[in-house]
């Protein structure tokens, strides 16, 4: 069967520090991928999404970037954080070509001080 | 583009009676519409969705969902509520097109004893 794994789970974090994310897929192969951000326990903001190795689109002009460098691993990444960059990041999954539901990982909460 | 409402923010009913949470879509052509729920500082958990074919789905734990066309809504619907529902349920809805999913807000559901 088919698991995503997210870390770290917590992490506090300066201003204008670096962030790297890792999400992981086991029991597939090509997934889109995918990754969102929930702010103050509310709604999604889809930040970034990836059909296949070094392929990345992003959604919104801002502070993060997203690289994957391997077909199961997708990692969100920050050169110089921001306090606005504060949430709870979720991971995501699906079959290429499926209809279309989407799987979680358990999120990364990010703190910025 | 594609979009998801959902009217309430809160919704609170007594264990045993019945639980509904509302949504409304818009998408150009066909709908693929889902319904996940999520648990304090956890990840997204899927519950069903609607792709084609018969307008009430059922999903896991109980919960069901009727599609409704000529309303574009996707009500999620409990017959008999636990305490253990109490959680936050998100909408989302993508088109033929798209491989994004869009979120509604969520709502929060509580269920009392």
């Known amino acids: 069967s088919q698991t995503i794994h997210q870390w770290p789970a917590t992490l506090v974090q300066p201003v204008g520090s670096p962030l790297s994310l890792e999400c992981t897929v086991e029991?597939?192969?090509?997934?889109?991928l995918y990754w969102y951000r929930q702010a103050a326990g509310r709604g999604l903001q889809l930040l970034f999404y990836?059909?296949?190795?070094?392929?990345i689109s992003s959604e919104v002009p801002q502070n993060l970037s997203a690289s994957r460098p391997q077909d199961r691993q997708f990692i969100l990444s920050s050169k110089k954080l921001l306090l606005s960059d504060s949430g709870f990041y979720l991971c995501?999954?699906?079959?290429?070509?499926?209809?279309?539901?989407?799987?979680f990982g358990e999120g990364s909460r990010l703190t910025v001080l | 583009a594609q979009s998801v409402a959902q009217p309430e923010d809160q919704v609170n009913v007594a264990e045993g009676n019945p639980l509904t949470v509302k949504c409304t879509y818009s998408?150009?052509?066909?709908?693929?519409l889902f319904w996940y729920v999520q648990y304090p500082n956890r990840g997204l958990q899927f519950l069903l969705k609607?792709?084609?074919?018969?307008?009430l789905v059922k999903g896991s734990y109980g919960f069901e969902a009727e599609f409704n066309k000529s309303q574009t809504s996707f009500h999620l619907k409990k017959p008999s509520a636990l305490v253990s529902d109490s959680a936050l349920y998100f909408c989302?809805?993508?088109?033929?097109?798209?491989?994004?999913?869009?979120f509604g807000a969520g709502t929060t559901v509580t269920v009392r004893a």
């Open positions: 998408v150009s052509g066909n709908p693929y």
């Open positions: 989302a809805v993508r088109d033929n097109y798209d491989y994004k999913l869009s």
């Open positions: 995501a999954w699906r079959i290429s070509g499926n209809t279309g539901e989407l799987f």
């Open positions: 029991g597939t192969s090509n997934p889109n």
């Open positions: 609607y792709i084609t074919g018969d307008n």
């Open positions: 990836s059909v296949g190795i070094g392929q």
